[in-house]
């Protein structure tokens, strides 16, 4: 039953939901679920580029998605548009530009359907160690910046007067948040990124009284929401991105009920 | 050793605009180690953004600013949490630094909410709240303390209690202390320095120096001569409508 290319596709599941678990509480945290869409519409573009010049998918994502994000950066300095303006232009021209791209490329074969909704037969060994290193990476550079990034997520003057350089932190954040994008793109697809992002960290909120917690159930539910969406892909012959983020769905569900039944158990 | 070592941070001729609109300019002065200068002045006199410039958090200023010590506990006057985040009062307490738990205890017990430890920061009331805010800021034992208008929003009782709880931690733990306060009777007794602004420096000097001053009873009216003999003084400006400075 359990077939090499499922089992392959298990363990780079699993490393993208210990990834996504933290990093999608900072997310949630820091209102950043629409600039993490634009940063995973621009991932198309990265993964045409990477077609046409033959680099590796994960690595032409990651520089594509942080370059998006320094002229996001820049825009805001020079304009007078609102941040969501401005994400949405970059997200849907970068969607744009990428799909134009797809169409001169006639002589390569290309199953778009794997790349927006996440295929699990693609997954290869060397995807799984592109995951497993570079989630370690993300995971250790997290830990380093989490004082000042966790510091300035609650009050910017704070962290900045106590001296804790929180621009630095929300600058590596930023490219953090790219290389999660890059390395997740194959099990979950560019179109439902930042759904495994978001959705186990609004799970665990519910059910949190601590940030420590929150990442922790972010984690659970993240493990939780690959292992249930797996195996359904599997049986149910379905996407393995909409299926992993359909769990997630359930699981936040059942963690609203959880509220409701404490509420009752307080009155 | 020298007088050199003991100051904490220097605001030599400091100033900062925004959108083309001075908030405060000019400000000149000094923090040392086991020393409270206070900021007094009306509203938008820039006691807030003089604050602000001695902690570095406006990076653009005019004139310089000399900071001597990295051990900064700062209790901001508004602040706003965003309660998507999980905060406990315990989590907030180890925000900047990692604190032992006794340390965190001990200041909880001095500003008397030591009973919230675990409660939930979005449940506080204001009161409660500004306690947290002043317990988190101590309890770093911090070199420098700058504390914007500490005790709003705490009952009158714990008003007091807070005022002498600064003084004794001013003493007991050398530590240099910036407040900005409303109460000028806190600010004349417990005070080494006053500087009153208005956009500007308008005067300053021990709290005697300022309560002699002219300005300052111009600024504070009533408020002023109710808590100080009126002295005899001589100005040397008003201000007009537009905040600026005419010389007599």
Redesign the interface.
């Known amino acids: 039953m359990l077939d090499d290319f499922f089992v392959r596709a298990l363990i780079a599941g699993i490393g993208v939901a210990l990834v996504t678990g933290p990093l999608g509480c900072f997310v949630?945290?820091r209102?950043l679920s629409y600039f993490g869409d634009t940063l995973s519409h621009s991932a198309l573009l990265g993964v045409t580029i990477a077609y046409s010049f033959e680099l590796n998918i994960a690595l032409s994502v990651f520089i594509i998605s942080s370059v998006i994000a320094l002229i996001l950066i820049q825009l805001q300095k020079k304009t007078n548009l609102p941040g969501d303006a401005l994400l949405g232009l970059l997200a849907h021209s970068s969607l744009a530009v990428g799909l134009v791209v797809i169409g001169f490329l006639t002589f390569i074969r290309f199953d778009i359907m794997g790349l927006l909704f996440g295929d699990i037969l693609a997954v290869t060994t060397n995807d799984i160690f592109v995951i497993w290193t570079g989630g370690a990476v993300i995971l250790i550079v997290l830990k380093l910046i989490w004082?000042p990034l966790?510091?300035s997520?609650?009050?910017y003057?704070?962290?900045?007067?106590?001296?804790?350089n929180p621009d630095r932190a929300k600058a590596i954040f930023t490219i953090l948040m790219a290389a999660v994008i890059a390395i997740s793109i194959k099990m979950v697809g560019l179109l439902l990124i930042t759904g495994m992002l978001i959705i186990p960290a609004a799970m665990a909120?519910n059910i949190?009284?601590?940030?420590?917690?929150?990442v922790l159930f972010s984690v659970i539910g993240g493990l939780l929401s690959v292992l249930l969406g797996l195996f359904s892909s599997l049986e149910f012959n379905t996407s393995s991105g909409p299926s992993i983020i359909m769990a997630a769905l359930v699981l936040f569900i059942l963690s609203l009920l959880n509220i409701k039944q404490s509420i009752k158990l307080k009155n | 050793m020298s007088l050199e070592n003991s100051t904490l941070v220097k605001l030599n001729n400091a100033g900062f605009k925004q959108n083309n609109k001075w908030l405060v300019e000019g400000v000149s002065l000094t923090v040392e180690k086991g020393k409270i200068v206070t900021l007094i002045g009306p509203n938008g006199s820039g006691k807030s953004t003089t604050a602000?410039i001695a902690?570095?958090?406006y990076k653009n200023i005019e004139g310089s600013v000399e900071k001597y010590t990295?051990k900064?506990?700062?209790v901001?006057q508004k602040?706003?949490?965003?309660w998507?985040?999980?905060?406990?009062v315990?989590?907030?307490m180890l925000?900047?630094?990692d604190i032992k738990d006794e340390a965190i205890d001990e200041a909880l017990t001095l500003t008397g909410v030591m009973h919230l430890k675990n409660k939930?920061l979005g449940n506080l009331s204001g009161g409660e709240f500004q306690r947290v805010l002043i317990a988190r800021a101590i309890s770093?034992k911090p070199e420098l303390l700058?504390l914007d208008e500490p005790v709003q929003g705490v009952d009158y009782t714990g008003e007091i209690a807070l005022y002498e709880l600064i003084k004794k931690i001013s003493d007991t733990l050398n530590c240099g202390i910036l407040l900005i306060s409303h109460d000028l009777h806190t600010v004349m007794t417990a005070t080494d320095h006053v500087v009153c602004l208005n956009g500007h420096v308008c005067c300053s000097g021990t709290p005697m120096d300022v309560a002699r001053n002219n300005e300052y009873k111009t600024l504070f009216g009533e408020q002023a001569s109710q808590i100080l003999t009126v002295y005899e003084h001589k100005h040397d400006h008003v201000h007009s409508d537009e905040g600026q400075i005419k010389k007599n």
């Open positions: 949630v945290w209102r004082k966790f510091a997520t609650v009050n003057e704070l962290a900045e007067a106590e001296g804790l909120r949190s009284d601590s940030p420590q917690k929150m | 602000k902690l570095g958090i990295n900064v506990g700062y901001p602040i706003s949490i965003d998507t985040l999980p905060l406990r315990y989590d907030f925000l900047t630094e939930n770093k700058v």
